[in-house]
């Protein structure tokens, strides 16, 4: 008779066995860039067209790179994108690493759910289907979007997933454009007892286009999300994302540039080409999976990727010696994109953090 545990007994033993024997233990696969939506925060945005979405990899590369994933360790797999549904052959990639026994999570707008997906889910379902609802009226939905009659394609896929009692987490970008409407998304979600995530930390594009750094909602607003929401409420459980819960960040103080878990050999990042690279928001160097064995995949992340992450600061940066390092939200990919420069301050994180410290 096979012993039950719990999901989080299981989840942390595999967790530590597999960092003891130096594997990964996620991996966050973009499947395609396309999407329904064109969102002026997102930091994917310029790659969701035609030109960059024929170069992606095929239903038979996807599944040969899916067997590499699993044949280097990693037992929990997020299709994000873009939308990975919008994928023609999604079923038959999701079914492809359902059968391999990951632990699947799939990161998506809802826009693209069909009766069709939802109903191959609902006899196979992932651990989580994490949607992004981010107006609960079609003016404010529409105006983050910025596509005429996703608000009713986006509800419509939203009432999908709950009619089959799919596993569900809602998480909201919270900006300029739905300030003033988080309290009614909070309302509409809570009816429908939906778990529900908001989060403000919107950085430059990977083309280090800083649009979407224009929306960030003012650091004394955020206080106030604090309160609509409660500190706690804002800590992620599942995947570690923490929000706006600042003032209980603990980071170690030392010169490394990076005091975040990259290179650490947790988990990978693939995007829609097959290249594995460092962290979301930094894509070089990369290696292809197509193109590269095992042996060379295991080096790069436990040798390049560990080297980018030990990098210690060369500049004057005030970075380096300050003395609110444990509470801020600032990390040297964001910085990258937005600057140019890993060791550079954010001002706007620099304010985030004064702002913790004087409520500690």
């Known amino acids: 008779m096979i012993k039950e545990i719990q999901y989080k007994t299981f989840s942390w033993r595999t967790h530590k066995k ?89 990161f998506t707008t809802g826009v693209s759910m069909t009766k069709e997906i939802a109903d191959y889910l609902e006899k196979k379902p992932p651990l989580v289907i994490e949607i992004t609802i981010n107006g609960v009226t079609k003016g404010t939905y529409e105006r983050v979007t910025r596509v005429k009659g996703s608000y009713e394609k986006a509800m419509e896929g939203l009432n999908l997933i709950l009619k089959k009692k799919l596993p569900l987490k809602v998480k909201t970008m919270a900006t300029r454009q739905n300030l003033e409407e988080l309290a009614r998304i909070k309302e509409f979600l809570e009816e429908r007892k939906i778990r529900f995530r908001p989060n403000s930390l919107l950085h430059a594009r990977l083309d280090r286009d800083n649009t979407p750094c224009s929306l960030r909602i003012k650091p004394r607003e955020i206080s106030n999300i604090d309160r609509l929401f409660g500190v706690e409420s804002t800590k992620e459980d599942d995947d570690g994302a923490e929000v706006y819960n600042v003032h209980k960040r603990k980071r170690p103080t030392n010169n490394r540039v990076f005091r975040c878990a990259m290179g650490g050999g947790d988990g990978i990042n693939l995007d829609p080409y097959g290249d594995m690279f460092p962290c979301n928001c930094i894509r070089k160097p990369a290696i292809n999976f197509l193109d590269s064995n095992l042996e060379i995949i295991k080096k790069t992340i436990s040798e390049r990727f560990r080297e980018i992450a030990n990098l210690e600061f060369k500049s004057g940066s005030k970075c380096r010696s300050c003395g609110f390092v444990d509470l801020c939200l600032r990390c040297p990919g964001k910085a990258l994109l937005e600057t140019g420069d890993m060791e550079a301050p954010i001002e706007y994180f620099c304010e985030l953090a004064h702002l913790a410290a004087s409520r500690k």
């Open 18 to 106: 597999n960092w003891q024997i130096n594997r990964p233990n996620v991996c966050q696969f973009e499947l395609t860039f396309s999407c329904d939506l064109h969102c002026k925060y997102c930091y994917l945005d310029r790659y969701n067209k035609p030109s960059f979405i024929k170069k992606e990899l095929n239903t038979k590369q996807i599944k040969f790179i899916l067997d590499k994933i699993y044949d280097l360790g990693a037992v929990w797999l997020c299709f994000s994108g873009g939308d990975p549904l919008k994928r023609k052959d999604f079923l038959e990639i999701y079914a492809y690493a359902k059968n391999k026994g990951f632990i699947i999570t799939i």
